[in-house]
Each structure stands twice: as structure tokens, then as C-alpha cells.
């Protein structure tokens, strides 16, 4: 079968089977890790980084050979495989601009994950489900065939479940169990919707059923009032992955306990599934549902903005509270996403692989200092900076970018998503703005608890950031700076493809057009001149 699929691709845009790599790759190599005797710690730990370092050059592959002067999807498999006749239900993958950087960013993150922490029992099970995970990601952010979007969707909870059940801390168990129920409830929802659309499309058009994103988005066959309900049913999916408040409560839970490479992960990519989802399923989709519940999902973007920053400041636990910071963060990403404006949707694409840059740096960092003191607590911690100047530094880099400082990355994201939103709606702009504000207190105050004032004890003999931390660290802070202040190339591939949803969005829903700024400039009456022949 493998074969098969490989084959499929033969000739497709990239010019090899690179797509089905992304995925299979990681698969095969957690089966080999599971084939591995056990004990043989060194070979788990080599399995595991050559699945997953291959995978990452897959995915540069496909970043260097997308052509990014067009919108839709560039890169597609060749022949598709078909699984079950039927039902219409196909192997078929493809990238455009929106997927393209979440695919780049899930092959860079996942060699890090595994190079920068080690597990500190059980080797074999910890790598093996760290790669599965892998391919399941990238198996969500690639698909092109419901059916298959479903099954990568609730793969990933499986690993993700049993590395906060068995590698976490504290109270691992309940995290882990409250993070599986909360995702599997919205999922149940989202597998009637898949199954309402496809039948239902199939019953008006008279056509056979099929599970193909493309072409049930072309179509638009649905009801208005079936659409805004199957919508609902994606979106109550897609809330608790983000998550979106008031459904975000498993999130800080399974960030505190879950192990440093859990949390990375966690935040890095699978909350981007969420807000993917809400991209390629919501607006292209369902574009008339999605513009009618737009401002109930800005609203409540908006809350998750000020709530996270406000519940951020309040946590004693400097994990927890970088666990909130991405509550609000993902907040902006909802705004953006439905202001559905061309700007505010390219930067919330930029933004979700910022968030993850910043946010997965934060909590390596975090991890790392745990290690170190044994605890998290910002109240014992203090003058850390005195024993490790380069990890303060690190630090401070990362924690800037996180506040959405000009010149790094975080900025030009929330830069792109408010000035959007703001053309949108002028007041939930302001309100969301007020966020910018908020994450500067927060972060800036835990900085300063944390690393300035007297180091007493065993902070002021904390080691400093070791040769392998930080080249593991390094790629992530050069992404940081680069994007910051070089966005081009990134925003040039992202936006044809942003510009090709918002005109199928113009092209479903009537009577609606892109918002746009109400710019009132001079007439020509306006413009006249007096007898001494001065303008006026």
C-alpha cells in the first residue's frame, strides 16, 4: 500500500512523492523504535531523531519547491489513491500557502523536541509515541479527504494523551484524562457534521458521496440553515483544540503537568490545529456560516485575549503562566481569522507559526530551569541572572518576542491581525489591542521575579545554559529575529492563498465583500482656488 501511495505522487508538483514522505516517514520510524529491543536507550533516541530529522528536510523540500505566486494548492498528489469506491474516500494530500509554514514548523519542531529533553524513564514508549504524533500532525495539516482528516485528528490524542499520563508531572493523570475527554467530546460532534456534509451535498447535487475538501467547498450545496448548523458542530471541534474561551479549561492543566517536549509540541503545533481547522474547514467550507457567526467568534476571541493576559498575570506557577499567555495569543488568531480580511488572515497564518516559535522556545526554557531548581514556583525563584546571564538573555529574547516587540517576529503577526480587524470592527480592534498591553505586564513582571533581584541559596548557583540546550535553542531564536525583521518571504507565499479564500468566500456568500477601510478623499470641488490663486 505504501507503494501505492508513493507512486500516486510520481510526477505531482514536487516531483517526488514528498507529501506521502511527510507522513510515512514518521510512521515507519516509530514502527522500527516499537521493533527495538528494549533498553537499547541510544538506538531509540537515533531512530527517533533520524525519522523526524528526515521528515524536517522533506518538509524544507516542499517549502523550497512551492511556488508561492499563486494562491490554491500547488502542490497536490498526482493521482490520488482511492481507499473505499463508494463513499468516495481518497488518499489525497496538498499544500497551499496556509499549510505550507504549519507543515515547515511541525518538521522543525519535532528533531528539536526530541534533542533538547530526555525522558527520564521508558525510553522506547516515550520516542515511539512522539513520532507517531508527528505523522499524525502532519497528516491533519496535509489531507485533502475528510475522512482521513478525521483519522489524523484523533490520532494525535492518543500519544499526546499517554505522554502526559505516563512522562508528566504532579497531577498527570488527571490532566491527561481532562485534555482526552474535552477533544474527543468536540470530535464525536465534528464526525456527524462530516457526515451530515457529505451526504447531504451528495442528496442535493446527485451525485456519488465523496470526502473531498475541493471539491465539497466548490460545490456549496448545503441548506443556509443545514450549513450554520453542521458549521457549529466543526467549530465546537475546533474550539476545544484551539482552545477558545470559555472551553480552554484543559489547556493550562495539561500544559503544567505535561513533560517539556509535551508541552513544546503541545503548544507549537497542536493547538494549530484548531485554528487550521477553522481556516480550511470553517471559512473555505462553510463560507456563509462562517461570515454569519463571524462576530460571536471575534467576541469571543477578543474575551480569550483579555482573560488570558488577565489570568496570566495572577499564576504562581511560571509554566501555568505561560500556559495562559497562550490563551490569549490563540485569541488573536481567532480575531484575525474571522475578521476575514486579507491582512488580518495572512498575519493570523504568520501568527500561528510565531506562536509557536516563541511559546515552544518559553516552555524549553521553563523546562530547562525546572530541571535546574526543582521548581517553578516564581516565588522562590529570584536573581537568576546573576548565575545564568546567557540563559537570562535567551530568555529575554524569547519573552520579547512573546510581548509582540517590534523587530521580532510576534509583532508583525498582531501587527497584521489588528490592523485587519480593525478595518472590521473598529471597537473590538481597540478592545483586542488592549492585549499588547496586557501581555507586556505579565511577562515583563515574571521576568523581573524571576530573573532580577538578590539570588539567594540555590538560585544564585544555578547552572548556566548548557553547549547542547542552546544549539538546540539557537535555530529557534535565528527564526525569531529573521522573521521579524525580514517577514517578506514568508508573507509572500502566504498571501495568494489567503487572497484566493477571502474571493471564495465574496463568491458564496451574497450581498458580502471583503471589509475595507471607509478612506473619504478630496473632490474635485473640494479643490479650488481663490482670486490671489493660492489652493484652498
Same mark, same amino acid.
Given at each position: 500500500?505504501?507503494?501505492?501511495?508513493?507512486?500516486?505522487e510520481?510526477?505531482?508538483a514536487?516531483?517526488?512523492?514528498?507529501?506521502?514522505?511527510?507522513?510515512?516517514v514518521?510512521?515507519?520510524g516509530a514502527?522500527?523504535?516499537?521493533?527495538t529491543?528494549?533498553?537499547?536507550?541510544e538506538?531509540?533516541r537515533?531512530?527517533?531523531v533520524?525519522?523526524t530529522?528526515?521528515?524536517?528536510a @522533506?518538509s524544507?523540500?516542499?517549502?523550497l519547491?512551492?511556488d508561492?505566486s499563486?494562491?490554491?494548492f500547488?502542490?497536490?498528489?498526482?493521482?490520488?489513491?482511492?481507499?473505499?469506491?463508494?463513499l468516495?474516500i481518497?488518499?489525497?494530500?496538498?499544500?497551499?500557502?496556509?499549510s505550507?509554514f504549519?507543515?515547515?514548523?511541525t518538521?522543525?519542531?519535532?528533531?528539536?523536541?526530541?534533542?533538547?529533553?530526555?525522558?527520564?524513564?521508558?525510553?522506547?514508549?516515550?520516542y515511539?509515541?512522539?513520532?507517531?504524533?508527528?505523522?499524525?500532525?502532519?497528516?491533519?495539516?496535509?489531507?485533502m479527504?475528510l475522512?482521513f482528516?478525521?483519522?489524523f485528528?484523533?490520532?494525535?490524542?492518543?500519544?499526546m494523551?499517554?505522554l502526559i499520563?505516563?512522562? &508528566?508531572h504532579?497531577?498527570?493523570?488527571?490532566?491527561?484524562t481532562k485534555f482526552?475527554?474535552?477533544?474527543?467530546f468536540?470530535?464525536?460532534?465534528?464526525?456527524? &457534521?462530516?457526515?451530515?456534509?457529505?451526504?447531504l451535498?451528495?442528496?442535493?447535487?446527485?451525485n456519488?458521496?465523496?470526502?473531498?475538501?475541493?471539491?465539497? @467547498?466548490?460545490?456549496q450545496?448545503?441548506s443556509?440553515?443545514?450549513?450554520?448548523?453542521?458549521?457549529?458542530s466543526?467549530?465546537?471541534?475546533?474550539?476545544?483544540k484551539?482552545?477558545?474561551?470559555?472551553?480552554?479549561?484543559?489547556?493550562?492543566?495539561a500544559?503544567?503537568?505535561a513533560?517539556?517536549?509535551g508541552?513544546?509540541i503541545?503548544?507549537?503545533?497542536?493547538?494549530?490545529?484548531?485554528t487550521?481547522?477553522?481556516?480550511?474547514?470553517?471559512?473555505?467550507?462553510?463560507?456563509e456560516?462562517?461570515?454569519w457567526?463571524?462576530p460571536?467568534?471575534?467576541?469571543?476571541g477578543?474575551?480569550?485575549?483579555?482573560?488570558g493576559?488577565?489570568?496570566?498575570?495572577?499564576q504562581?506557577d511560571?509554566?501555568?503562566?505561560?500556559a495562559y499567555?497562550?490563551?490569549?495569543?490563540?485569541?488573536f488568531?481567532?480575531?484575525g481569522t474571522?475578521?476575514i480580511?486579507t491582512?488580518a488572515?495572512?498575519g493570523?497564518?504568520?501568527?500561528?507559526?510565531?506562536?509557536?516559535?516563541?511559546?515552544?522556545?518559553l516552555?524549553f526554557l521553563?523546562?530547562?530551569?525546572?530541571?535546574?531548581?526543582?521548581?517553578r514556583e516564581?516565588?522562590?525563584?529570584?536573581?537568576?541572572?546573576?548565575a545564568?546571564?546567557?540563559?537570562?538573555?535567551?530568555?529575554?529574547?524569547?519573552m520579547?518576542s512573546?510581548?509582540?516587540?517590534?523587530?521580532?517576529?510576534g509583532?508583525?503577526?498582531?501587527?497584521?491581525i489588528?490592523?485587519?480587524?480593525?478595518?472590521?470592527?473598529?471597537?473590538i480592534?481597540?478592545?483586542?489591542?488592549?492585549?499588547?498591553?496586557l @501581555?507586556?505586564?505579565?511577562?515583563?513582571?515574571?521576568?523581573?521575579r524571576?530573573?532580577?533581584?538578590?539570588?539567594?541559596?540555590?538560585?544564585a548557583?544555578?547552572? !548556566?545554559?548548557?553547549?547542547?540546550e542552546?544549539?538546540?535553542?539557537?535555530p529557534?531564536?535565528?527564526?525569531?529575529?529573521f522573521?521579524?525583521?525580514?517577514?517578506?518571504?514568508?508573507?509572500?507565499?502566504?498571501?495568494?492563498?489567503?487572497?484566493e479564500l477571502?474571493?471564495h468566500? !465574496?463568491?458564496?456568500v451574497?450581498d458580502?465583500?471583503e471589509?475595507?477601510?471607509?478612506?473619504?478623499?478630496?473632490?474635485?470641488?473640494d479643490?479650488?482656488?481663490?482670486?490671489d490663486?493660492e489652493?484652498?
Amino acid at each position: 500500500m505504501f507503494a501505492d501511495l508513493l507512486a500516486a505522487e510520481a510526477g505531482a508538483a514536487a516531483g517526488f512523492p514528498t507529501l506521502t514522505m511527510l507522513i510515512v516517514v514518521p510512521a515507519l520510524g516509530a514502527l522500527l523504535i516499537a521493533l527495538t529491543p528494549k533498553g537499547r536507550v541510544e538506538a531509540h533516541r537515533l531512530l527517533a531523531v533520524l525519522a523526524t530529522t528526515i521528515t524536517g528536510a @522533506a518538509s524544507v523540500w516542499v517549502l523550497l519547491d512551492f511556488d508561492g505566486s499563486e494562491g490554491g494548492f500547488q502542490m497536490r498528489s498526482a493521482d490520488p489513491q482511492v481507499w473505499i469506491e463508494g463513499l468516495g474516500i481518497s488518499w489525497d494530500l496538498g499544500v497551499d500557502g496556509i499549510s505550507l509554514f504549519l507543515i515547515v514548523l511541525t518538521g522543525f519542531l519535532f528533531p528539536l523536541a526530541i534533542l533538547g529533553v530526555k525522558p527520564e524513564h521508558d525510553d522506547k514508549a516515550y520516542y515511539a509515541w512522539l513520532v507517531v504524533l508527528e505523522a499524525g500532525v502532519m497528516g491533519v495539516f496535509l489531507t485533502m479527504d475528510l475522512f482521513f482528516f478525521f483519522v489524523f485528528f484523533e490520532i494525535v490524542l492518543v500519544p499526546m494523551y499517554f505522554l502526559i499520563g505516563n512522562w &508528566g508531572h504532579g497531577n498527570r493523570k488527571y490532566a491527561a484524562t481532562k485534555f482526552f475527554l474535552y477533544t474527543m467530546f468536540g470530535s464525536a460532534l465534528m464526525l456527524v &457534521g462530516i457526515l451530515a456534509t457529505v451526504f447531504l451535498t451528495a442528496s442535493a447535487t446527485g451525485n456519488d458521496p465523496t470526502f473531498n475538501i475541493v471539491t465539497l @467547498a466548490e460545490t456549496q450545496a448545503l441548506s443556509m440553515t443545514a450549513g450554520r448548523w453542521i458549521f457549529l458542530s466543526f467549530a465546537l471541534a475546533f474550539a476545544v483544540k484551539v482552545p477558545i474561551f470559555p472551553v480552554h479549561t484543559w489547556l493550562p492543566d495539561a500544559h503544567t503537568e505535561a513533560p517539556t517536549a509535551g508541552s513544546v509540541i503541545l503548544a507549537g503545533v497542536m493547538l494549530k490545529l484548531g485554528t487550521y481547522g477553522f481556516l480550511r474547514f470553517g471559512l473555505y467550507m462553510f463560507p456563509e456560516a462562517a461570515v454569519w457567526f463571524a462576530p460571536v467568534m471575534m467576541v469571543l476571541g477578543t474575551v480569550g485575549i483579555i482573560y488570558g493576559a488577565v489570568a496570566a498575570t495572577m499564576q504562581k506557577d511560571l509554566k501555568r503562566l505561560v500556559a495562559y499567555s497562550s490563551v490569549a495569543h490563540l485569541g488573536f488568531i481567532v480575531l484575525g481569522t474571522f475578521a476575514i480580511t486579507t491582512e488580518a488572515l495572512t498575519g493570523s497564518v504568520m501568527q500561528m507559526v510565531n506562536h509557536g516559535l516563541s511559546t515552544g522556545a518559553l516552555f524549553f526554557l521553563v523546562g530547562w530551569m525546572y530541571e535546574r531548581r526543582h521548581t517553578r514556583e516564581i516565588a522562590a525563584l529570584g536573581g537568576l541572572q546573576k548565575a545564568a546571564p546567557v540563559f537570562a538573555a535567551a530568555f529575554t529574547l524569547v519573552m520579547l518576542s512573546s510581548v509582540g516587540l517590534p523587530g521580532l517576529n510576534g509583532f508583525v503577526g498582531e501587527f497584521l491581525i489588528l490592523l485587519g480587524a480593525f478595518v472590521a470592527s473598529p471597537w473590538i480592534a481597540s478592545i483586542a489591542a488592549t492585549g499588547v498591553i496586557l @501581555a507586556a505586564l505579565y511577562l515583563l513582571w515574571a521576568y523581573q521575579r524571576v530573573f532580577h533581584g538578590p539570588a539567594e541559596g540555590e538560585n544564585a548557583e544555578m547552572a !548556566e545554559l548548557k553547549v547542547s540546550e542552546g544549539l538546540v535553542l539557537l535555530p529557534m531564536l535565528v527564526l525569531i529575529v529573521f522573521l521579524g525583521v525580514y517577514p517578506k518571504p514568508m508573507l509572500e507565499r502566504i498571501e495568494p492563498a489567503v487572497e484566493e479564500l477571502v474571493s471564495h468566500v !465574496e463568491l458564496h456568500v451574497p450581498d458580502w465583500s471583503e471589509p475595507t477601510a471607509d478612506v473619504i478623499l478630496p473632490s474635485d470641488d473640494d479643490h479650488h482656488s481663490d482670486d490671489d490663486g493660492e489652493d484652498h
